[in-house]
């Protein structure tokens, strides 16, 4: 055998093993979605179709150089390859299907079925029937593609960059958004808007706070907040103000509740626009309460600047000026630099440690009303409670503070 038709023999050889990998993966997922029996009514023709006009996995191409260096490129491939494999829809039969996989193979089958198909297969009608509520015209189609775009956008938070600008996505390419689409995703990068601000007496960098536009790929939204939306009611005029932030309170946010700063603005952006702020109005500030998914990890002190609303800083649950660290001083008489020996002035010692596995720790915190962070770390940690620490050293501490 010449070496041309060795390599031509292995290539086909290869190529037919990836095929029947592919055929595989369709069964299980035809399983999922409708149920034993139906994969069988695609014949041998179909299949290889179906292979031929496969979807590719996701690829990242930044919009431009400057976007992203080659270290943030890696890092955005990969949380992204973590965040869709990780998360999965739930089909109408209550089986999983990860982001990863139903962005490729589930969607070329659905696609094929729903467009491609017509009258060629002898089960035609039976595989269009029992696939039809999954088809892109439905609320269950609907669904899945918002909450997919909502998780993948979460990807975009860990750039943010106070001078460098807002990292985001488009994603009209995706097969998801379009019948043959490539599956590709431009990342762009969008300026921000910077002021400079008298904070106490002294000049301060400050950031504008928006929301990138829903219609065009390159701009902000901006978010501007009546005083009402705040809670403040006796006021004379109710005007809308831009909101700005503190390079401080971003850096903050991120170093106590161990998350993104770019989360910030997205989260001011939806609890304006959605009408749920929650506040407690002090004299010269308002405290915003902040939320990670349904869990309360502290507030945003906000305080007006003539034109402008401002972020100040950050406070963590347990740190003194909010009631839950107020009162938590007033049960354990634990000052600033105890909670900082202790890692409470933050989420560090309720993700290493297992606090709620301690009645006497769990009782404390839940009555002092910071019950939520200890349900926020037990979510993250719901894979990995048996590495968490014994919390024995932050009870004795604070027994002998009694």
Sequence with gaps: MSRSSHRKTNFGQKEQARRQVFYHRLRIICEKMVGIGYFELLPESSLRLLYLYRYPDIRVIPHGKRVLNAEELRSYKQTLAELLSGQHIETLLGEKISYARFLTDALVLLHYIQYRVGGRIKGFSRLRE??????????????????????????????????????????????????????????????????????????????????????????????????????????????????????????????????????????????????????????????????????????????????????????????????????????????????????????DAFLLYDISGDKGLRKLFNKAGCGSLMQYADQINKYGKERLKSPDFIYRYMSQLK
């Excluded at 603005?265 to 702020?277: D, K, L, P, S, W």
């Design 130 to 347: 029992v696939f039809a509520p999954y088809f892109t015209t439905t609320e269950w189609f609907a669904e899945q593609r918002m909450k997919i775009i909502q998780i993948m956008s979460l990807n975009d938070l860990q750039l943010y960059d106070f001078y460098k600008g807002t990292v985001r996505f488009s994603f009209d390419r995706m097969a998801v958004e379009q019948f043959g689409g490539t599956n590709e995703i431009h990342v762009h990068r969008l300026s921000h808007s910077t002021a400079l601000q008298d904070v106490d007496g002294k000049k301060r960098t400050v950031v504008r706070m928006g929301v990138p536009s829903a219609t065009k790929v390159d701009e902000f939204d901006w978010i501007s907040i009546r005083p009402s939306q705040l809670g403040l009611i006796n006021v004379d005029d109710d005007i809308a103000l831009p909101i700005y932030a503190q390079q401080h309170a971003l850096e903050r946010f991120e170093e106590r509740a161990v998350f993104w700063r770019g989360y910030v603005q997205a989260y001011i952006g939806y609890v304006i626009r959605e009408g749920t702020a929650k506040t407690i109005v002090k004299k010269d500030y308002v405290l915003l309460e902040c939320y990670l998914a349904t869990y309360k990890v502290g507030y945003f002190i906000i305080s007006l600047q003539r034109d402008k609303w401002l972020i100040r800083t950050f406070l963590f649950l347990t740190n003194s000026g909010t009631p839950e660290g107020n009162k938590l001083e007033e049960m354990t008489k634990l000052k600033l630099l105890d909670k900082k020996h202790l890692m409470i002035d933050c989420m």
